[in-house]
C-alpha cells in the first residue's frame, strides 16, 4: 500500500547536525594520533637511555621494558581495530539499515518492515517501531474502509433526500388538496365530526410536508450551497427578518441589534439561523410582546453573537436536550413545530466551526442563546 509522504522530518541544530558516524571517525582519528605520539614518544626515550651506556642489568631491563611495550601497544591496536570493525558492523551499519526503512516508510511506502538483527537492543527498538507501522496502517484500512462506507452511505442519503423532495412529497400534496376539495363539494353533507376528521387528514400531511422540509434542511448543511466566504451577519439578520415579518408584525414583536460583523460563513445558513432564533423567540413569547436582541462581541479569532428574548424561557436542566433533534419540551398542540429548528441552529454553527448553547437563565425570564463564529480574515 502507498499513500502520501509524510512531511520532511526536522532538521538537527546544535552539534546533534553531525552523523554519529562521522563522531566516531573524528574520536578514532584523535585515538590513532595520540596512539602514534604515544609510541614515538616510547621509543624516543627507550633509545635516549640506551644511548647513556648503562649498566648490563639496567640494559636487560630496558629490553624486558621495550618487548613489554611493543606488546602491549600490540595489543591495543588490535582492539582498536576490533572496537572499529564492533562499531562498523555492530552499530552503524545497523542504524543506516534501519534509517535507510525509515525514510522508505516515510515516502509513502507503509507496507515496508522495519527490522535489524543486531545489536539487541536496536533489534528490540525496531521491531516495535514495526509494530507501531503495523498498527496504523491497520487502523489506516480501516478508516479508510468506513470512508468508503460513509460516501457511499451519503450517496444513499442523498438519494433519498432527491425521493423525499419530489416522490414523498406528491402523495401529502394530492392529500391535502383533495381532502380539501372533498370538504368543499360536500361540506353541507357533512357533519361536525367529518369536518373535523378532514381537518385531521389535512393538518396530518401539512406537518408531514413540514417534517419532510425540516429533515432536508437538516441534511444538507454542510452539502449544499457549502462555500464560506466572507459574510455579513448583519444582511443575513436583514433577510432573515424580512421572511419573518409578517409573523413579526403579527405579534408585535420588537426586534433590537447592534453592528454585526463580517464573518466567514455562508449566507443562506447564517439567513436560516437567524431566522430560526427569531422565530423560537416569537413562538414561545409569554403575555407581554416578544423583544427580541441580537448583538455580536469579538473575542480572539471568533465573534460571540447573542440572540435574547422575553418569552417564557428554558429550564436549566433542559439546556441540553433542546438542541437534540425531535426533542420537544412542549405539546404539539400548545407549541407548533417539528423540533428540528434548534437542532438544524447548532448544526450550522458547528459546520462553520463555532459552538451554540444556551445561558443559565432561570425559566420565565425569556432565552438566551449564545453561539459563535470564525471572523474573517480582513476583519480587524
Known amino acids: 500500500m502507498s499513500i502520501h509522504p509524510l512531511p520532511p522530518p526536522k532538521q538537527p541544530t546544535g552539534v546533534g547536525r553531525l552523523p554519529v558516524a562521522r563522531w566516531f571517525l573524528f574520536i578514532g582519528a584523535v585515538a590513532g594520533v595520540a596512539f602514534a605520539a604515544g609510541v614515538v614518544v616510547t621509543m624516543a626515550m627507550i633509545a635516549h ?31 582498536g581495530a576490533g572496537l572499529a570493525f564492533i562499531v562498523r558492523y555492530a552499530v552503524l551499519k545497523p542504524v543506516a539499515q534501519l534509517s535507510e526503512q525509515v525514510r522508505t516508510v516515510a515516502a509513502g511506502d507503509f507496507d515496508h518492515r522495519l527490522g535489524v538483527d543486531r545489536p539487541a537492543e536496536l533489534s528490540e527498538l525496531s521491531s516495535h517501531v514495526d509494530s507501531m507501522r503495523r498498527r496504523i496502517v491497520s487502523a489506516w484500512r480501516e478508516a479508510a474502509d468506513q470512508a468508503e462506507e460513509l460516501r457511499r452511505s451519503n450517496g444513499e442519503l442523498e438519494q433519498f433526500a432527491y425521493v423525499a423532495s419530489h416522490d414523498l412529497q406528491e402523495p401529502l400534496r394530492k392529500v391535502a388538496s383533495f381532502t380539501q376539495m372533498l370538504e368543499q363539494r360536500y361540506g353541507t353533507q357533512l357533519d361536525d365530526r367529518a369536518r373535523q376528521y378532514i381537518h385531521y387528514a389535512v393538518d396530518g400531511a401539512k406537518r408531514m ?50 453592528d454585526l460583523p463580517v464573518v466567514t460563513g455562508n449566507r443562506l445558513q447564517l439567513t436560516q439561523l437567524f431566522q430560526n432564533l427569531v422565530e423560537n423567540a416569537i413562538k414561545f413569547r409569554s403575555e407581554s410582546p416578544p423583544n427580541v436582541r441580537v448583538t455580536a462581541e469579538r473575542k480572539g479569532d471568533l465573534w460571540e453573537f447573542s440572540c435574547s428574548d422575553n418569552g417564557i424561557g428554558v429550564e436549566p436542566k433542559y439546556a441540553d436536550r433542546i438542541f437534540l433533534i425531535f426533542q420537544r419540551l412542549h405539546p404539539r398542540d400548545v407549541y407548533p413545530g417539528t423540533g428540528i429548528g434548534l437542532a438544524l441552529c447548532r448544526k450550522i454553527v458547528e459546520y462553520h466551526g463555532g459552538q451554540l448553547w444556551l445561558d443559565d437563565t432561570p425559566a420565565g425570564r425569556g432565552a438566551t442563546f449564545r453561539w459563535t463564529l470564525p471572523a474573517a480574515g480582513d476583519d480587524s
Open 49 to 79: 637511555a640506551r644511548s647513556l651506556g648503562p649498566r648490563p642489568e639496567v640494559a636487560a631491563q630496558l629490553d624486558r621494558l621495550n618487548v613489554a611495550l611493543i606488546v602491549l601497544f600490540a595489543v591495543l591496536l588490535a582492539c
Open 209 to 258: 410536508q413540514l417534517l419532510i422540509n425540516d429533515l432536508l434542511d437538516f441534511s444538507r448543511v454542510g452539502r449544499v450551497s457549502g462555500e464560506r466566504v466572507p459574510t455579513d451577519s448583519g444582511e443575513a439578520l436583514d433577510r432573515a427578518l424580512d421572511n419573518l415579518s409578517a409573523a413579526i408584525e403579527d405579534t408585535g414583536t420588537t426586534v433590537t441589534r447592534e
